[in-house]
């Protein structure tokens, strides 16, 4: 997996079809994602319940882009192994959810996959600095965890600038999950972002047997995101 800045698009199959995730993933690749976003959901750090290990483990063998697990999870430790045999390629954490995040990556790290680092909206970018050099990818939640559809929270752009700074020249993926729209891409990008989850605005329209709507989508998308860097 490379670290090149180029805009990433990584639909989140929160929004796909949960009985044909198979074709689904197949269909989103073929019309230009760049990496598949699962989103981990426990029911109890947040208000949802979705995916575990198993599924992760079921669908990897039909994603030839990057897994990017999101783990909204508390505890996280006890299941980072589980999800890294289970073939995901960056599995990311909350800062929010335990007292020792910093082990938390160490431990994502000791698995051979990439560390992500997630922030809720409530949680200042201060708060990544002494964790950057653990740190492969940060997630700005620009909506709170829990269910896709919800409206893009625009406060969170200056957090996305304050990240850019204190990362400097380090090989760290700024990513970007909520609300991502043609409309709020540019935003984002042009605060320093490179990898957007988008579900709804990426899946609103298409099916496995139509899935132009898919592409469609992600070029328009991206196509707004590359020109706020331009």
């Known amino acids: 997996m490379t670290l090149a800045r180029a805009i990433k698009i990584a639909p989140s199959i929160l929004s796909a079809d949960f009985a044909d995730f198979g074709r689904e993933i197949h269909a989103i690749e073929a019309q230009g994602a760049d990496w598949v976003h699962v989103d981990v959901m426990d029911g109890h750090f947040v208000p949802n319940l979705t995916f575990g290990p198993p599924l992760v483990k079921a669908i990897r063998r039909h994603v030839t882009t990057v897994m990017d697990v999101h783990l909204m999870i508390a505890p996280v430790d006890p299941y980072i192994d589980a999800f890294a045999e289970a073939g995901a390629d960056v599995i990311t954490a909350h800062l929010e959810a335990g007292p020792h995040i910093h082990r938390t990556l160490q431990a994502i790290r000791a698995t051979g996959k990439k560390a992500g680092l997630a922030l809720n909206p409530g949680t200042p970018a201060e708060a990544v600095a002494p964790l950057l050099d653990l740190c492969d990818l ?93």
């Open 138 to 230: 940060i997630c700005v939640m620009t909506v709170n965890p829990g269910f896709g559809g919800q409206k893009f929270i625009h406060s969170q752009i200056d957090k996305v600038h304050s990240l850019r700074g204190m990362i400097g020249d380090r090989p760290i993926h700024v990513e970007i999950d909520g609300g991502i729209t043609p409309e709020t891409a540019p935003l984002v990008t042009a605060a320093g972002a490179d990898v957007l989850v988008a579900g709804s605005a990426v899946f609103s329209g298409g099916s496995v047997a139509n899935p132009a709507p898919y592409g469609a989508n992600i070029r328009a998308i991206r196509a707004a995101a590359e020109a706020a860097r331009r």
